[in-house]
């Protein structure tokens, strides 16, 4: 063979694929659990070592591994609530579902701020619940758009109809609403909260070129959140999300009879951060 030919066809190509969930779904992940499309994804693994030096000129004769820090970075685009979530430092966010619809009744912004106004839209009373926020926009015109709070849901007098009242005193409309603007039941991400929910699993699945698509798979029984959550908008591209999470050891308790760890005891035993797999 050729100097420096090569000895496997084990090369890494291709898209990666990221995965997160709360600690209990530790290798029991999906493609449902996917932050989505990225465009890298790195892993790292350092080892900070100490040395032993002696002798006259000193020269080393030990070393020891002092630290042992891993880390995941990935470019991902998607800005979904629960990438948003996620990059809030407020963990997995529960499936919720959103619900569109439309006004079926004009309703005039008050120009005194008291007492409450009702919007009609199409839908059922169980679409919305007090305390909702909802979106309302124009038609094919996102510029004009607010944000209210629903303080009380009954059904309307038309069949198939809702009556949404809001405390003019709290969310009052700020515009005219007319019959066919866009309403839709927002599903916020609240800042300023402090985090308390940080500890997460991870999955990194990519691919070996050279092996049909043989996947490699990365597994870190427990992660935090460790990055920032920035939004930005660009005329000409696409955004991205960058995303960094650091790998913590799982405790005695993570791995207890009652602990979220439990079904994966066996393999923290042997793998503690966790585990790649490889073809070979």
């Known amino acids: 063979m050729a100097l420096g030919s090569a000895k496997t066809k084990i090369f890494q190509v291709g898209t990666s694929e990221l995965r997160v969930g709360t600690l209990s779904e530790a290798n029991k992940m999906t493609a449902a659990n996917s932050v989505g499309l990225v465009e890298t994804v790195t892993t790292k693994n350092t080892l900070t070592t100490v040395k032993l030096e002696g002798g006259f000129p000193k020269t080393v004769v030990a070393t020891e591994v002092a630290s042992y820090v891993s880390t995941v ?3 991902a685009y998607e800005y979904s609530r629960r990438n948003l979530m996620l990059m809030t430092g407020q963990g997995i966010a529960a499936a919720s579902a959103t619900f569109s619809t439309t006004a079926t009744a004009a309703l005039v912004a008050p120009t005194v701020l008291t007492g409450t106004s009702v919007l009609t839209v199409t839908g059922a009373a ?5 305390g909702d926020e909802i979106v309302v926009h124009k038609y094919h015109d996102t510029s004009t758009v607010q944000v209210l709070t629903v303080s009380a849901v009954a059904a309307g007098a038309a069949a198939g109809t809702v009556n949404l009242t809001f405390d003019n005193t709290k969310t009052p409309p700020i515009w005219n609403i007319a019959v066919g603007d ?12 402090t985090p308390c929910n940080r500890d997460i699993t991870l999955e990194v699945i990519g691919q070996v070129a050279a092996n049909c698509g043989t996947p490699i798979i990365q597994k870190y029984w427990k992660v935090n959140y460790t990055g920032d959550m920035t939004i930005s908008s660009s005329a000409d591209k696409f955004a991205p999300v960058n995303m960094s999470f650091e790998v913590l050891m799982p405790t005695a308790d993570d791995v207890s009879a009652t602990g979220a760890l439990y079904g994966v005891r066996d393999l923290v035993a042997k793998y503690p951060l966790g585990m790649i797999t490889t073809v070979g």
């Open 73 to 75: 970075e990935a470019v």
């Open 182 to 193: 866009i309403v839709f039941k927002a599903l916020p991400v609240g800042l300023g909260i």
């Open 126 to 130: 169980t679409n919305f619940a007090i």
